[in-house]
C-alpha cells in the first residue's frame, strides 16, 4: 500500500544543475521543500504544471490514499494520475573546464609561417530560466550534470573561440609569441559573443576565462622561429647592461677624480701654499736641475725663484742659498758675455710665466752683471 504521505526534497550534488526525484505518483499531502538557490517543477500527466521556489509545499493530486489502489485495478495496477518532481539547482558553479577539441590554422602575421593552435580555460555558469533549460535540454532524463551541459554548448564554443582568436590575431598582428599578452581580450569578447548562446536554453555565462593558447611545440620551425624572436631580445637587454655597466664605471672614475683632487687641495691647504705655487716649484726644480746642479749660481736663480713662489719656505731656503753665493764665488766662465745672456733670458721666461716679479727680475739681472764686470 502507498504511503499516506511522501516527503520530497533535493538529494543531489552541487555539481548538478537539474535532479529528478525518484518518487513518482505520490499521493495527496506529500510535502514538497525546496531549498535556498533552487526550483522545483512539478509535472502532472506529461505537463509542466507548477514552479516552486524555496519553501515547504503540500502537493495536491488525483492519487487519493485507500481509493486510489481501486481505481489502478482499471490501468492494471498503474495509476492512470502520473506525477514527478525536477530539482533545478540555481548556484553559480564555478571552474568548469572547457577546452578545443582540435586546433585552428592561421598564418602568423609577424613570421609568416602556418601555426596550429588551440585554447582552454574555465568558465561559470548557472541556470536561470529552469522551464526553457528543462524542456529544452532536459527532457525525459534524470539529471543533467555540469559535463554533460557543456557538452551541449561544445559546438558554440570550437566555432567562436577558434573563429575569434584567428581573426583577431590577423586583424591585430598578434604573434604567436606575444599571444598571452591578449588572453584577458580574449576572455572579455569571447564571453560577449557566447552569452546568448547560453541564453537561448535558459543558462547565464557569468564568466569566461581563456587561460591557455595550447602553441605547436616540438614543431621544428615553430621552435626555430620562437628561438629566433627570443634571441633578439635576449641580445637588446644585454647591449642595454653593458652600456650601464660602461655608465657607471664611468661614473665611479669621475668620482674617483674628484675625491682624489679634493684630498689634494686639502693638503695643500694645510701646508699652506696653492696650486700655482706648487707648479712654481716644478718649474724651479727643473731649471736647477737643467743649469748643472752643482753651481751655486744655478741654485741662487732655482732657489730665488722658490723664494718668489714659496713663501717662507722658499724665502729661507733662497736665503741660504744667496748667502752661500756671497761666501763662494765660483770662477766666471770663459765666455762671460754668452752665459749671461742665457742666464737674463731664462729670468725672462720665468718672469712672463709670473715666477718671479719685475723687481726680482731686476735685482738678479743687476748681480749677474756685477758677477761678469
Same mark, same amino acid.
Given at each position: 500500500?502507498?504511503?499516506?504521505?511522501?516527503?520530497?526534497?533535493?538529494?543531489?550534488?552541487?555539481?548538478?544543475?537539474?535532479?529528478? %526525484?525518484?518518487?513518482?505518483?505520490?499521493?495527496?499531502?506529500?510535502?514538497?521543500?525546496?531549498?535556498?538557490?533552487?526550483?522545483?517543477?512539478?509535472?502532472?500527466?506529461?505537463? !509542466?504544471?507548477?514552479?516552486?521556489?524555496?519553501?515547504?509545499?503540500?502537493?495536491?493530486?488525483?492519487?487519493?490514499?485507500?481509493?486510489?489502489?481501486?481505481?489502478?485495478?482499471?490501468?492494471?495496477?498503474?495509476?492512470?494520475? %502520473?506525477?514527478?518532481?525536477?530539482?533545478?539547482?540555481?548556484?553559480?558553479?564555478?571552474?568548469?573546464?572547457?577546452?578545443?577539441?582540435?586546433?585552428?590554422?592561421?598564418?602568423?602575421?609577424?613570421?609568416?609561417?602556418?601555426?596550429?593552435?588551440?585554447?582552454?580555460?574555465?568558465?561559470?555558469?548557472?541556470?536561470?530560466?529552469?522551464?526553457?533549460?528543462?524542456?529544452?535540454?532536459?527532457?525525459?532524463?534524470?539529471?543533467?550534470?555540469?559535463?554533460?551541459?557543456?557538452?551541449?554548448?561544445?559546438?558554440?564554443?570550437?566555432?567562436?573561440?577558434?573563429?575569434?582568436?584567428?581573426?583577431?590575431?590577423?586583424?591585430?598582428?598578434?604573434?604567436?609569441?606575444?599571444?598571452?599578452? %591578449?588572453?584577458?581580450?580574449?576572455?572579455? !569578447?569571447? %564571453?560577449?559573443?557566447?552569452?546568448?548562446?547560453?541564453?537561448?536554453?535558459?543558462?547565464?555565462?557569468?564568466?569566461?576565462?581563456?587561460?591557455?593558447?595550447?602553441?605547436?611545440?616540438?614543431?621544428?620551425?615553430?621552435?626555430?622561429?620562437?628561438?629566433?624572436?627570443?634571441?633578439?631580445?635576449?641580445?637588446?637587454?644585454?647591449?642595454?647592461?653593458?652600456?650601464?655597466?660602461?655608465?657607471?664605471?664611468?661614473?665611479?672614475?669621475?668620482?674617483?677624480?674628484?675625491?682624489?683632487?679634493? !684630498?689634494?687641495?686639502?693638503?695643500?691647504?694645510?701646508?699652506?701654499?696653492?696650486?700655482?705655487?706648487?707648479?712654481?716649484?716644478?718649474?724651479?726644480?727643473?731649471?736647477?736641475?737643467?743649469?748643472?746642479?752643482?753651481?751655486?749660481?744655478?741654485?741662487?736663480?732655482?732657489?730665488?725663484?722658490?723664494?718668489?713662489?714659496?713663501?717662507?719656505?722658499?724665502?729661507?731656503?733662497?736665503?741660504?742659498?744667496?748667502?752661500?753665493?756671497?761666501?763662494?764665488?765660483?770662477?766666471?766662465?770663459?765666455?762671460?758675455?754668452?752665459?749671461?745672456?742665457?742666464?737674463?733670458?731664462?729670468?725672462?721666461?720665468?718672469?712672463?710665466?709670473?715666477?718671479?716679479?719685475?723687481?726680482?727680475?731686476?735685482?738678479?739681472?743687476?748681480?749677474?752683471?756685477?758677477?761678469?764686470?
Amino acid at each position: 500500500m502507498a504511503p499516506i504521505a511522501d516527503v520530497i526534497k533535493y538529494e543531489g550534488d552541487n555539481s548538478t544543475f537539474i535532479w529528478k %526525484h525518484p518518487s513518482e505518483d505520490f499521493n495527496s499531502l506529500t510535502q514538497l521543500v525546496v531549498h535556498e538557490s533552487q526550483e522545483a517543477i512539478f509535472f502532472m500527466n506529461g505537463q !509542466a504544471l507548477d514552479l516552486f521556489g524555496p519553501g515547504r509545499y503540500t502537493l495536491e493530486t488525483q492519487n487519493i490514499p485507500m481509493i486510489g489502489k481501486f481505481l489502478n485495478f482499471a490501468t492494471g495496477g498503474v495509476t492512470p494520475f %502520473h506525477c514527478e518532481v525536477y530539482f533545478i539547482n540555481k548556484t553559480e558553479q564555478m571552474a568548469v573546464k572547457w577546452g578545443t577539441d582540435s586546433k585552428v590554422q592561421y598564418i602568423d602575421p609577424q613570421y609568416g609561417f602556418p601555426l596550429a593552435i588551440g585554447a582552454s580555460g574555465e568558465m561559470s555558469i548557472r541556470a536561470e530560466d529552469s522551464r526553457k533549460l528543462l524542456l529544452k535540454l532536459v527532457g525525459t532524463e534524470s539529471i543533467l550534470g555540469q559535463e554533460r551541459l557543456v557538452s551541449f554548448f561544445r559546438a558554440f564554443l570550437m566555432t567562436r573561440v577558434k573563429t575569434y582568436i584567428a581573426q583577431y590575431m590577423k586583424n591585430n598582428a598578434v604573434s604567436i609569441f606575444e599571444i598571452d599578452e %591578449h588572453l584577458a581580450a580574449f576572455s572579455e !569578447a569571447l %564571453h560577449r559573443l557566447l552569452i546568448p548562446d547560453f541564453d537561448d536554453y535558459g543558462v547565464v555565462l557569468e564568466r569566461f576565462f581563456v587561460t591557455n593558447v595550447v602553441k605547436p611545440e616540438g614543431d621544428r620551425q615553430y621552435e626555430r622561429f620562437r628561438d629566433l624572436y627570443f634571441r633578439q631580445y635576449a641580445d637588446i637587454a644585454e647591449a642595454k647592461l653593458r652600456q650601464q655597466e660602461d655608465i657607471i664605471h664611468a661614473q665611479t672614475e669621475a668620482q674617483k677624480t674628484v675625491i682624489a683632487s679634493q !684630498a689634494l687641495a686639502t693638503k695643500r691647504a694645510q701646508e699652506g701654499y696653492t696650486y700655482a705655487q706648487e707648479r712654481g716649484f716644478d718649474v724651479a726644480e727643473n731649471v736647477a736641475r737643467n743649469e748643472a746642479v752643482g753651481q751655486f749660481t744655478n741654485m741662487g736663480i732655482g732657489l730665488g725663484t722658490m723664494a718668489g713662489v714659496g713663501g717662507a719656505v722658499g724665502g729661507v731656503v733662497g736665503g741660504a742659498v744667496n748667502n752661500a753665493m756671497n761666501t763662494v764665488q765660483p770662477a766666471p766662465p770663459a765666455d762671460d758675455t754668452a752665459a749671461f745672456k742665457a742666464k737674463v733670458e731664462k729670468l725672462s721666461a720665468m718672469k712672463e710665466a709670473g715666477l718671479i716679479t719685475e723687481e726680482e727680475f731686476a735685482q738678479m739681472k743687476a748681480k749677474l752683471l756685477s758677477e761678469i764686470l
